[in-house]
């Protein structure tokens, strides 16, 4: 059974920074492409990163939602079944539910949190104080 876990949440002044984690077991984690969505009240879900591994040896691809390139960071710990999300310089706009999902690579087109649908996580919340 695939199962995504994030913890990592919490509150954080504008400016901090937090590190979301995504643990993963069930599938073969190097099969899948895992991504970070959001979702404030009132608003619809955003895709915020995601992250493929190509090889152990090529390292891993990487996706950005403008709205975070350049603050926030997503990472994978192959190793742990584990993908991180940091980030930096926080805004109280960042203020949301934090999911995980995960969605086999080979269904998907091209890497981008459009594709990834398939398995989440029961999200984690993220509150950015002003």
């Known amino acids: 059974e695939v199962q995504l876990v994030e913890s990592g949440g919490g509150l954080v002044q504008a400016g901090g920074s937090l590190r979301l984690s995504c643990a993963a077991s069930?599938?073969?984690?190097?099969?899948?492409?895992i991504g970070w969505f959001r979702q404030a009240p009132g608003k619809e879900r955003e895709g915020v990163s995601c992250?493929?591994?190509?090889?152990?040896?090529?390292?891993?691809?990487?996706y950005y939602a403008d709205s975070v390139k350049g603050r926030f960071t997503i990472s994978s710990d192959n190793a742990k079944n584990t993908v991180y999300l940091l980030m930096d310089s926080l805004k109280p706009e960042d203020t949301a539910v934090y999911y995980c999902?995960?969605?086999?690579?080979?269904?998907?087109?091209?890497?981008?949190?459009?594709?990834?649908?398939?398995?989440w996580g029961q999200g984690t919340q993220v509150t950015v104080s002003s």
């Open positions: 999902a995960a969605q086999v690579k080979a269904s998907m087109p091209a890497l981008s949190t459009l594709y990834i649908r398939d398995h």
């Open positions: 069930g599938f073969t984690f190097e099969d899948y492409a």
């Open positions: 992250i493929s591994t190509i090889s152990s040896s090529d390292g891993t691809i990487t």
